[in-house]
């Protein structure tokens, strides 16, 4: 169930949406969802870094944030086909996605390499969502509780209570996400929702701890969306393929907000 006043509801495009496909998805999804309240909602899309500039003017910082799928640890320098903090700010972006499970598991980042990303996005003032979750293999072996707290351990390593409010966290275990995925249960999501909020409380003390928003993502779709934003220590979701399309999108966001009214 939401702590927050807000609910979190946002989608990571991944490489699927061009400029004229982000811009479209975006105006549809404005226009679809302009009669919600943002006091009751933070709605976020994170699109490819080629059409950020564009998508910014589209829509308004009001009724949607806008972040970025990835980010140097650098401002500028010798770090071909990378994209600096610097860079995003120029376009409006506000938040900032590090350590994806395909970031992860397909392009091999570190613990050490989110937490610099991390660290460094925070400096330039942008929000950072960051992504966490165990694999198949870790949750066969029963590291997942382990693997979350590392996670939160080294990717947050250093990152000030001053700065918690600037934090999102997202966990999508990698079994759960993408066509292959399985949406994991009810049970298991409050369990680790909770593994989560007590390893940030540690970090950070409660108040501070408090202030963090856990999202759930990995298969979320129009029939568990509102089951897991019941959960305890749920304030979010995230979701993939089924907020690609903005009609769908917005039936999730209204069945989502209409439990929370309830
Ligand atoms: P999915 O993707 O909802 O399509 O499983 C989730 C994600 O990768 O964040």
Redesign the pocket.
Known sequence: MPQFKKLYIGT?TKMYKTIAETESFLIHLDALTADLSREELLLFVIPSFTTLDRARKCVSKQSVMLGAQNMCWEERGQYTGEISPLMLKETGTELVEIG??ERRHVFGETDEMENKKVLCALEYDLRVLLCIGETAEQKRLGLSDEVLRTQLKVGLYMVPNDKAESLIIAY?PVW???VS?VPASAEYVAEKHGVIRAELMELFGEEAAKKIPILH????NNENAVELIKLPDVDGL?????AWEAENFNKIIRACLEFKGT
């Open positions: 990571n994806h499970s999508e759960a996400i993408g995925g993502g990995g298969s979320v995230f979701i993939g393929r089924s």
